[in-house]
């Protein structure tokens, strides 16, 4: 599917992760490459503009972390972001610049682009959220099936085997997630698309769109 290729759901000039992502053509490839590239990476960052905290960890100087925040690696925190109370950032993570990690969040195997909002009570693990995407208060990404199966992506009449156990969701840029919704494993949300509140949410959405339901999905005019 041409839709869920990394070139048609990002603009790869708002991520430190852009030469990961040159590399492969779909995203959900990416995912288990992303803790070995942050040890590479971390390891370029220049000395004036990030500090190491622990093994593995690089936070920018003009990032904001709260003291009650757990950070744990491989971690990049890049400049200007926030890292708010109680945000439990469990590994393999990128937080790109001026993104928010709210309260009570967690992550988990992530990239988050550079503008990216998950201010409130979110779950994001195994997943890519694009520039500027943001995710409404107590939305979550599921990240493993409940049969435990791998997981597949389906849209268009289509089926894109991943290989993968977990994978959660994939959001393209200025992508809007509605409080309480939950994204499905596999799920992929085109560019500047909204998704209603308390959605659940299967599969692949298009781009500039609004879905509304399951069976509703329709374009933005």
């Known amino acids: 599917m041409k839709e869920i290729q990394n070139l048609e759901l990002f603009d790869l000039s ?8 040159q590399k492969h053509t779909y995203p959900y490839e990416v ?37 009650t925040a757990s950070l744990n690696g491989p971690l990049i925190i890049d400049e200007g972001a926030q890292v708010r109370h109680c945000a439990f950032i469990r ?9 928010v990690v709210g309260n009570s969040t967690e992550l988990k195997n992530v990239i988050l682009f550079d503008g990216v909002q998950v201010p409130h009570y979110n779950y994001v693990g195994d997943s890519i959220l694009g520039y500027k995407s ?16 791998l997981v597949e992506i389906k849209g268009n009449g289509e089926v894109v085997k991943t290989g993968l156990k977990k994978m959660g969701a994939i959001l393209g840029d200025e ?3 509605g409080c309480g919704s939950i994204l499905n494993p596999g799920s992929v ?8 509140p308390l959605s659940s949410v299967r599969g692949y959405v ?6 509304k339901n399951q069976g509703e999905i329709v374009q933005k005019r």
């Not at 949300?189 to 209603?196: A, D, F, P, R």
Request: hydrophobic content about 40%; cysteine-free.
């Open 175 to 177: 992508v809007e997630v």
């Open 14 to 21: 708002h991520t430190l992760a852009a030469e990961l992502f």
């Open 91 to 99: 590994g393999s993570a990128i937080v790109g610049k001026n993104a």
């Open 189 to 196: 949300i085109g560019s500047h698309t909204n998704i209603y």
């Open 206 to 211: 298009a781009s500039d769109s609004i879905y």
């Open 31 to 67: 995912l288990p490459l992303i803790s070995d590239y942050i040890i590479a990476l971390g390891n370029t960052l220049p000395e004036d503009v990030f500090e190491k905290r622990g093994e593995n960890i690089w936070v920018a100087k003009t990032a904001t972390v709260a003291p």
């Open 134 to 149: 943001h995710m409404g208060a107590g939305s979550i990404t599921s990240n493993v099936k409940s049969d435990k199966t």
